[in-house]
C-alpha cells in the first residue's frame, strides 16, 4: 500500500527565504506526482505536475523535483512572499487515483 | 471558464439526520471524483466516476453513504444516517481524462455533526 509522508508538518519563514518542501514515498510505481496548494477554507489548486518519466518541472519561483528511485520529491519555493502562505500537498497519482500526504502548513511573515 | 461547482459551503446538522451534498463539474469533465478530508489531512478518494459509471467506490462505507451521477454530469453524495465521526470536508473534483490527467477541485463543503 502507497503511503506518503510529508516534512516538515508546519513551517513559519520570514519573507524573502527560499524553501523546501519535502515529499517521500514507500511504491515507485507512480505516473505521475503533484504538488497541490490548499488555502483555508477552499479547494486544492494544483501548482506543479510531474510525469514519472521527468525528474523536474518548474513554474515561476516554484521548482518541483522528483527521485523515483529514493522515493521522494521536493516542492522549492524561491523568494518567499507572505502570499504563499498556504498548505501544500503532495500527491502521488497511480492508476487514476491520487493518494495524497498529510500536508505542510506554511506561513511566511512579513 | 467556471470552475467545480459545490454546495452547500456549510452544513451543521444533528447526528443520525441524513445530509447531501451536490456537486458541479467543468464542462466536458467526464472523470468526478469525490473526496473526504478530515482536518489535518490530505484528502482521501470516497467514489470516482467515468461518466455515469462509478469505477472506483471501493472506500465508500456503503452502509451509510451513497453517491449518483445522473446523465453523466452534477453528481450527489449522501450520508444516511450520519455519524459524529463523518464531520469533514468533503471536496468534489472533475478531470477531463487522458494522460497526464490533472484533477481540478471544488471549494468543498465542511460537514459538522452535532
Known amino acids: 500500500k502507497q503511503e506518503v509522508t510529508q516534512i516538515p508538518a508546519a513551517l513559519s519563514v520570514p519573507e524573502g527565504e527560499n524553501l523546501v518542501l519535502n515529499c517521500s514515498f514507500t511504491?515507485?510505481?507512480?505516473?505521475?506526482l503533484q504538488w497541490f496548494r490548499q488555502d483555508p477554507g477552499k479547494g486544492l489548486t494544483s501548482l506543479l505536475l510531474?510525469?514519472?518519466?521527468?525528474r523536474e518541472q518548474t513554474s515561476g519561483r516554484l521548482n518541483a523535483s522528483l527521485d523515483k528511485s529514493s522515493g521522494r520529491s521536493t516542492l522549492y519555493i524561491a523568494a518567499s512572499q507572505p502570499g504563499d502562505s498556504a498548505t501544500y500537498l503532495c500527491?502521488?497519482?497511480?492508476?487514476?487515483?491520487?493518494?495524497f500526504g498529510t500536508g505542510t502548513r506554511l506561513q511566511v511573515f512579513p | 471558464e467556471a470552475g467545480v461547482v459545490q454546495s452547500p459551503r456549510y452544513k451543521i446538522i444533528e447526528k443520525k439526520q441524513p445530509v447531501a451534498f451536490w456537486c458541479n463539474p467543468i464542462?466536458?469533465?467526464?472523470?468526478l471524483y469525490w473526496y473526504l478530508q478530515n482536518l489535518g489531512q490530505g484528502p482521501e478518494l470516497l467514489i470516482r466516476y467515468e461518466n455515469e459509471e462509478a469505477v472506483d467506490d471501493s472506500q465508500l462505507p456503503k452502509d451509510r453513504f451513497s453517491a449518483e451521477r445522473l446523465k453523466g454530469v452534477d453528481s450527489t453524495l449522501k450520508i444516511q444516517p450520519a455519524e459524529l465521526g463523518d464531520s469533514a470536508v468533503y471536496l468534489c473534483?472533475?478531470?477531463?481524462?487522458?494522460?497526464?490527467?490533472?484533477?481540478?477541485f471544488g471549494p468543498g463543503t465542511r460537514l459538522t455533526v452535532l
Open positions: 511504491d515507485s510505481a507512480i505516473y505521475n
Open positions: 473534483a472533475s478531470s477531463p481524462g487522458g494522460q497526464p490527467d490533472t484533477q481540478y
Open positions: 500527491a502521488l497519482d497511480n492508476t487514476d487515483k491520487l493518494i
Open positions: 510531474i510525469q514519472s518519466s521527468q
Open positions: 464542462s466536458g469533465h467526464n472523470t
